[in-house]
């Protein structure tokens, strides 16, 4: 998108021209034959979610118009956005939504989507790589740090085996661990 001065008021946004002829038709009815895309099509673009966002001001694809570009079958700009991995998933768009498009749980369904053509962002897939080396998202005190301190070499009463062992079985953790 391009920005254009406007002499009487806030800057005029100008939306490069969509190529028709790269739409995935198919694209929305994937999404809507999710079960979070029921009301996909309901959406009447009003912007609300948009308005609710805390951080759509820093998009550059707001809310309403990733509902838009999944209607139109824009799969390779949606899945290929870091907005998707953005979210904050605050819930805050869907629960504004007066059309009841679950705005939040169809960008869960994009990020899905995109894992499986392993479009994720290294910073997530080395968090899901801690968690699955680690079973926290977080080191409580590194090795290192724990040594120097004294401390044992584990958290007493902290297990994490038995998450790390579901985990890896799981679709995120084959897709993260390479084994699909
Ligand atoms: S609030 Fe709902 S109806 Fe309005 S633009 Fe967002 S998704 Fe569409
Ligand atoms: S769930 Fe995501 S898209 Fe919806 S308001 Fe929160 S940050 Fe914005």
Redesign the pocket.
């Known amino acids: 998108m391009t920005e254009a001065d406007g002499k009487d008021g806030p800057p005029a946004v100008l939306v490069d021209p969509i190529d028709m002829s790269k739409l995935d038709p198919k694209f929305g009815a994937v999404i809507k034959s999710m079960p979070n895309g029921d009301e996909l099509t309901a959406c009447f673009a009003c912007s609300t979610?948009t308005a609710?966002?805390?951080?759509?001001n820093v998009w550059q694809y707001k809310?309403h118009q990733l509902i838009r570009m999944i209607i139109l079958g824009m799969c390779e700009e949606v899945l290929s956005s870091d907005e998707i991995w953005l979210?904050?998933?605050?819930?805050?768009?869907?629960e504004r939504c007066p059309q009841k498009v679950r705005?939040?749980d169809i960008?869960f369904d994009c990020k899905n989507l995109a894992a499986e053509e392993g479009k994720i962002p290294e910073n997530i897939v080395g968090l899901a790589k801690t968690l699955m080396e680690k079973g926290q998202l977080y080191e409580v005190t590194a090795d290192w740090e724990r040594e120097d301190m004294d401390l044992e070499p584990a958290v007493p009463g902290l297990s994490t085996d038995e998450f790390r062992a579901i985990i890896k079985d799981t679709r995120s953790g084959k897709i993260v661990g390479g084994k699909e």
């Open positions: 979610c609710a966002c805390p951080i759509a809310p979210c904050l998933t605050c819930f805050q768009c869907q705005v939040t960008f």
